[in-house]
T-cell receptor
Framework: AQSVTQLGSHVSVSEGALVLLRCNYS??????LFWYVQYPNQGLQLLLK??????LVKGINGFEAEFKKSETSFHLTKPSAHMSDAAEYFC????????????FGGGTRLMVKP | GAVVSQHPSWVICKSGTSVKIECRSL??????MFWYRQFPKQSLMLMAT?????????EQGVEKDKFLINHASLTLSTLTVTSAHPEDSSFYIC??????????????FGAGSRLTVL
């Protein structure tokens, strides 16, 4: 079965430090890749997505992610963390770009220390 | 941009009662909507695909008689948790795809509805 793995259920960084959230998926079939952010008691907000084209994708709030096919990875980064970045982040993968084929990773809670 | 609204955002009910959650696409028509369930500190699990004008498609292990889905119009899907029990307490999230599209790359999520069954 296809799967999405987010390494680290909790990540803690200091304000101003680099944010790196890891996401790996299990298939060699080119997927569609997404990162979502969820603030407490809210739904999911799309940060960025990769469908085709350039493998380095820039999203909202200064986040970006790079699709590395050889590593089956789509890690999320931000050069400098803000306190407002503290939230839950979900990586999601769709094989076939169908709405009901979206598989979510387990989520990573990002904590930002002052 | 596309907006999906869920109502209510919070609901508390007694065990044995039924609860209806609405998912509306505010500025677009959606022939397909999806319902997810999220337990505390866990990821989202797809429960069912809601199709306008036809029966919903449920994922394996989801009881269709327990979680009734109705998609009667192009802007509204409802999820009814029937005879709710404490184990049904969860965060329910919907998403929608604009009519004419089918891809996961155009999904818009609602803000979620937290159900607590006493």
């Amino acid at each position: 079965a296809q799967s999405v793995t987010q390494l680290g259920s909790h990540v803690s960084v200091s304000e101003g430090a680099l944010v790196l959230l890891r996401c790996n998926y299990s298939s060699s079939v080119p997927p569609y890749l997404f990162w979502y952010v969820q603030y407490p008691n809210q739904g999911l907000q799309l940060l960025l997505k990769y469908t085709t084209g350039a493998t380095l994708v820039k999203g909202i709030n200064g986040f970006e992610a790079e699709f590395k096919k050889s590593e089956t990875s789509f890690h999320l980064t931000k050069p400098s963390a803000h306190m407002s970045d503290a939230a839950e982040y979900f990586c999601a993968v769709s094989w076939g770009n169908a709405g009901n084929m979206l598989t979510f990773g387990g989520g990573t809670r990002l904590m930002v220390k002052p | 941009g596309a907006v999906v609204s869920q109502h209510p955002s919070w609901v508390i009910c007694k065990s044995g009662t039924s609860v209806k959650i609405e998912c509306r696409s505010l500025d677009f028509q959606a022939t397909t909507m999806f319902w997810y369930r999220q337990f505390p500190k866990q990821s989202l699990m797809l429960m069912a695909t809601s199709n306008e004008g036809s029966k919903a498609t449920y994922e394996q292990g989801v009881e269709k008689d327990k979680f009734l889905i109705n998609h009667a119009s192009l802007t509204l899907s409802t999820l009814t948790v029937t005879s709710a029990h404490p184990e049904d307490s969860s965060f329910y999230i919907c998403s929608a795809i604009p009519a004419g599209n089918s891809g996961a790359n155009v999904l818009t999520f609602g803000a979620g509805s937290r159900l607590t069954v006493l």
